[in-house]
């Protein structure tokens, strides 16, 4: 995943924090050829978004690959996520995407109905790629339309992550089961008896907003365009303006201020929700202790989360299917390659990788418990369509939720923009 705000957009921008330096390895680019050399071997192209961290992992993993099939070579190249997915555009429009790439959900349909994915499914029948041996439920995350367009290599749900000191000086204890009501209500005690804000930006992250409408039985995304209304996005967004004004939420100008690092880990803010796997940030940022919360809810019991995941594509342009096949299969599926990642990208997907990676640091551990119990509970769902043009959508919500934030427009005017935009990224 680990891959709303765009809760996945925003914090990979600033967990990676980052430069798009390539630790000295090639560049994508094919150099005119199919990528086969004279003794034999094939050379594919591999691009993922990510912080150096991250590339380290990789290429280890790339290493054992190369040395079990010789005749493949990898040639690689990482970005951060936004330099990634300009660079990706413009390959895939000029018809030479990389042969296997990191990939989200939010972006299947959109590059699917451009014919840039390849459907891996028929990899899977020639035997190159195993589809078996996955956590329950998580490769629907990369199924479009009965196509399989991705693998996933690990898993993530949406999580609150808290700041425990700060929590603990208010007196909240956040237990399974909680409202929302519950939970507006801990944001005003945090702040009148800390000073702090409680959350840092709730009203802004689109899969959050998405969970929230899944309990009220609507959906952020229905296959091909918005499961809501205009009045739907008014309360949301005018509640959370009002809990901003009142200092329950931290400014978004802070927000900014705070930028690439977190108001939660920079002290100004005492929860934030994001993907679970995400938490490993807070420790590395902050001084303080954090951990993991429940997921309000309305009823006390559907919380609408759902598993999502980072997952490999390949390139319905490449021309060598086969052993792109290969490479997937061995990056989700082999036990050293799940060592060597652990859960840089989500807690791994395949059943091989999750029981040989044991993780030793209590925050690992506490994500891997918090998924396992989140599992146990059985309100995990099917994850909400994303049509094409998500992407598109979900840097709009982004946008307009902090210029609300930050008094550069009404609730109306960015309730009206949204749905306009929204609209136009659909038809394009």
Known sequence: ????????????????????????????????????????????RYSWWGAEERAKKINQSIALFEKKYPKIKVKTDFQTYLSFWEKFQTQAAGGNPPDVFQNAVGFLRKYDKRGVLLDLNSQVKAGNLSLNHFRAGVTKVGEVDGKQLGVPVGSNTMALVIDKKVFQKAGVDPQTGWTWDEYFKALKTIHDKTKVPGDTGYFGIMYLYDLYLRQNGKAFYTADGLGFDKADLTEWWQDGYNRIKAGLVTDPKVVAQDTPKSSLSAGHGASEFTWDNFTVRYSAEGSSTYGLAPIPTM???????????????????????KE???????????????????????????????????????????????EADTAKAGVLGTITPH???????????????????????????????FFTESETAFQA
């Open 324 to 370: 792109v096949a290969q490479f997937i299969d061995f990056m989700v599926h082999d036990p050293e390659v799940g060592k060597i990642m652990g859960y840089d990208r989500g807690i791994l997907a395949s059943t091989e990788q999750y029981a040989a990676f044991q993780p030793t640091d209590a925050v690992s551990k506490e994500i891997a418990q918090y």
């Open 387 to 417: 049509p094409s043009g998500a992407d598109t959508v979900e840097a709009s919500f982004l946008r307009l939720a902090g210029d609300l934030g930050q008094g550069k427009t009404k609730v109306a005017d960015a309730v009206k923009q």
């Open 299 to 321: 009823d006390g019991k559907h919380t609408g989360q759902y598993l999502a995941s980072l997952m490999l594509s390949g390139s319905a342009h490449t021309s060598h299917p």
């Open 1 to 44: 995943m680990g891959t709303g705000t765009n809760v996945e957009r925003r914090t990979v921008l600033k967990a990676a924090g980052v430069s798009a330096v390539t630790l000295g390895l090639a560049a994508t680019g094919c150099g005119g050829n199919d990528g086969t050399s004279a003794d034999g071997s094939v050379t594919i």
